[in-house]
């Protein structure tokens, strides 16, 4: 397994049960050292950030690339970028979020590209190729 600086977790953020089964196993296919992490919605992924620094390091590993679905119940993923926003920055510190949707919609493409707090847009499904590309891109060895 590759262990790789920066990336000791990666946080899955999405209310559809398979889509984090697949992504967990590409993860896993991609042979990196890494805790996954799985929130079903926006809250659940906001409040593992706030957890993070008052419990752990292995009950709560800081993320190093958030994928974050756009369409969910509840709290969408534009929701958590807007909640994002205002957590302290101790807490975003070199956190990679990736938008990774089924979205066709090109106004959520360029609303993402404007957004600062999002890193990249990726189509769903999640690959090696396309996770591989997001390591190289954020975490150079």
Not at 25 to 43: E, Q
Not at 74 to 93: H, N, R, V
Request: charged share 30%; with cysteine.
């Amino acid at each position: 397994m590759k262990k790789i600086t920066g990336l000791d977790c990666i946080i899955l953020v999405d209310d559809d049960k398979i889509t984090n089964f697949i992504n967990k196993k590409v993860i896993k296919r991609a042979d990196i050292d890494v805790t996954i992490k799985v929130n079903y919605n926006g809250t659940e992924a906001l409040n593992y950030l706030k957890e993070m620094d008052q419990g752990s390091s292995s009950e709560f590993p800081r993320p190093g690339i958030i994928f974050l679905d756009i369409n969910m119940p509840g709290m969408s993923g534009w929701d958590f970028i807007d909640e994002y926003k205002k957590l302290p920055c101790m807490q975003k510190e070199k956190i990679i979020i990736a938008m990774l949707t089924t979205s066709v919609n090109p106004d959520d493409e360029h609303i993402a590209n404007t957004t600062p707090e999002i890193n990249i847009y990726l189509k769903k499904p999640l690959t090696v190729k396309k996770l591989e590309e997001t390591i190289d891109t954020y975490f150079p060895v």
